[in-house]
C-alpha cells in the first residue's frame, strides 16, 4: 500500500480456545463513488445474524466434523476489497498487445470469480479500496484486476483501512477479504518503531471484538510498474522487476467464519500461511498396534479386544528396556487444519510429546504415502504419523500429550525487511504488521491441539 506520499495470529488460542483481538476505533459514514450500483451499497453491512458454531476447547475429536457440518450452513456474508494504490499498478498492469498478464491478475481473477460463485456465502460483495472503500461490483472489480488500474490512489493508509472494516464490516458469520501489498509507509521514520501499536489500535479502538481472527496468506508475483519504496529514505521509485514482489490477503472475521472461508476457498491453492485466533476442532487420532510398531504392548482401552473404532488412546507394556524399547506409532488425521499445520517440517520442530513419570520420547513425524492411503488397515485414515518410544515399563497408569505448539512460521522473518530500497521478494516490516494482529500478553500460547494418551503396565 505505497504510493510517491505514504501508506502507511492476548494469547491466540489456535486449536483450544478462542483469541481475544480487539476491535476497531469508529469512523464517518461511507460514501461511496458517483455510478457506484446501489445494490452493493446495501450489501455493506449485511444484518448481523447468529455467529457460527465453534468446538468447545475440550471437544473429542469426533467434533472435527463440526467444520463439515458448519459447511452446510453459508457464511452470511463476504466483503472483498482490493486496494488500487499506485503500488498496486505493477500487479496490475495495463493489458498490452503481447496480451501478457501477471501471475497476481491470473491468481487474483479466478478467486474472485470463485468467490462470485461459491455457495459457501449467501452474500458477495466487491469494494475497491483507495483512501477509503467504494462499493463496486464482481464484474468492475475483475475487469479491474484483467486491465489494470485506471485511477490509482495518491494514498492508502493500512491502519485507515483495517479500522474501518472492523467498524463497518464486522459481523456474525462474515469475513473481510483484504488483497494489497500490504506496505505499512509512515509519513515519518519516526513512527517506524510503532508500526506494531498502529495496527493493534486501529483493530481495537472501539473496543475489543470476541472471537475476531484473522488469516494471512503469502504469495508472490511477477510485478511490471513503478517500485515505490515503503521509505523515501530508502530509495527512489523504479521501473520493475527483475525479481517477484510480495502481495497478501488477509481474512477477517469471527474465529469459525474465518476458518470456514478459510477451507472453502484459500486452502487448495499454495501458499505461505500465519494464522491468528482461528480455532479447530481436535484432530481425530488413534494409536495403530500393526504399524511400525516395535516391542511387547497391546491396547489398553476398556473392550479393546472387541472394539473396531480406530480411537484407541491407551498403550499398555509387558515390558520395556533400552535393548528392548517399546516403539508404537499415533496416527493423526490433519486433515482439517490448515496447510501451516499439517506442514512436516513445521510439525517436526513444533509438535511435543509431555509425560508425567515416563522417559517417552516423540522419535518422529511423518506424512501419509501413497502406501498408507492404498492400505486397507486403519493407517489409510490418518494424514500424519508420530512414532513414540519408552524403555521404562510404567509403574502405574501415567499421562502422555502429543502437543502441537502454535509458533510463527519460519517465512514471515524471511520476507520481511527494513529496508525495501531495492526491490526485492520481501516486504516492509512485515513482521512487525503481524505482531500488531498477535499483542503479547502475561502467559504462554495455547496450543493448536492437545491430544491425551495413557501408557499402563499390562494386566
Not at 339 to 365: E, I, M, P, S
Not at 415 to 422: A, H, K, L, S
Amino acid at each position: 500500500m505505497r504510493y510517491p506520499t505514504s501508506f502507511p495470529r492476548l494469547l491466540p488460542a489456535l486449536g483450544l480456545t478462542l483469541l481475544l483481538l480487539p476491535g476497531c476505533y469508529s469512523r464517518s459514514d461511507m460514501k461511496s463513488e458517483e455510478g457506484a450500483a446501489t445494490t452493493d451499497v446495501k450489501t455493506e453491512t449485511p444484518a448481523a445474524s447468529a455467529p457460527v458454531a465453534t468446538s468447545a476447547p475440550d471437544a473429542p475429536e469426533e467434533a472435527a466434523d463440526v467444520v463439515s457440518g458448519a459447511a452446510a450452513q453459508p457464511l452470511q456474508a463476504v466483503n472483498v476489497f482490493l486496494e488500487v494504490s499506485g503500488s498496486m499498478e505493477g500487479f496490475m498492469p495495463k493489458t498490452g498487445a503481447s496480451g501478457e498478464n501477471t501471475q497476481f491478475q491470473q491468481h487474483v481473477a479466478q478467486l474472485l470469480s470463485e468467490i462470485n460463485r461459491t455457495p459457501a456465502a449467501r452474500k458477495k460483495a466487491f469494494f475497491r479500496i483507495k483512501e477509503k472503500p467504494y462499493a463496486d461490483t464482481y464484474q468492475g472489480i475483475s475487469a479491474t484486476v484483467r486491465s489494470g488500474i485506471q485511477q490509482p490512489a495518491k494514498s492508502t493508509e493500512l491502519p485507515a483501512v483495517l479500522d474501518t472494516l472492523m467498524t463497518r464490516y464486522y459481523q456474525p458469520g462474515t469475513v473481510s477479504v483484504l488483497i494489497s501489498d500490504f506496505i505499512y509507509s509512515p509519513k515519518n521514520a519516526g513512527a517506524i518503531p510503532y508500526i506494531k501499536t498502529d495496527i493493534t489500535d486501529a483493530l481495537q479502538r472501539n473496543g475489543a471484538q470476541p472471537e475476531m481472527a484473522v488469516s494471512v496468506y503469502g504469495y508472490t508475483s511477477d510485478f511490471r510498474g513503478t517500485y515505490y519504496p515503503a521509505l523515501k529514505a530508502a530509495g527512489k521509485k523504479t521501473a520493475c522487476c527483475d525479481t517477484e514482489i510480495p502481495y497478501y490477503i488477509w481474512v477477517l472475521g469471527p474465529a469459525a467464519a474465518v476458518r470456514q472461508f478459510d477451507a472453502a476457498l484459500l486452502e487448495q491453492q499454495p501458499a505461505k500461511q500465519a494464522h491468528f485466533g482461528v480455532t479447530y476442532p481436535r484432530p481425530a487420532y488413534s494409536l495403530l498396534s500393526k504399524f511400525q510398531n516395535k516391542g511387547s504392548w497391546y491396547y489398553g482401552d476398556a473392550g479393546a479386544s472387541k472394539r473396531t473404532a480406530d480411537a484407541y488412546r491407551v498403550v499398555a507394556v509387558s515390558e520395556a528396556s533400552a535393548q528392548q524399547p517399546v516403539e508404537f506409532v499415533v496416527g493423526l488425521n490433519l486433515g482439517q487444519l490448515p496447510g501451516q499445520y499439517r506442514d512436516v517440517a513445521y510439525l517436526k520442530q513444533n509438535l511435543t510429546l509431555q509425560g508425567v513419570d515416563t522417559d517417552a520420547k516423540l522419535l518422529d513425524l511423518q506424512a501419509a504415502s501413497a502406501q498408507t492411503k492404498a492400505s486397507s488397515g486403519p493407517e489409510s485414515k490418518f494424514t500424519h504419523f508420530a512414532k513414540i518410544r519408552l524403555t521404562k515399563a510404567p509403574k502405574a497408569a501415567r499421562p502422555l500429550v502429543l502437543r502441537l505448539q502454535d509458533q510463527r512460521p519460519a517465512w514471515v522473518a524471511q520476507w520481511t525487511t527494513r529496508n525495501d530500497g531495492t526491490p526485492a521478494p520481501k516486504t516492509f516490516a512485515l513482521s512487525s504488521l503481524l505482531d500488531g494482529l498477535e499483542p503479547q500478553a502475561a502467559g504462554e500460547k495455547r496450543p493448536v491441539f492437545e491430544l491425551p494418551l495413557t501408557v499402563q503396565p499390562a494386566e
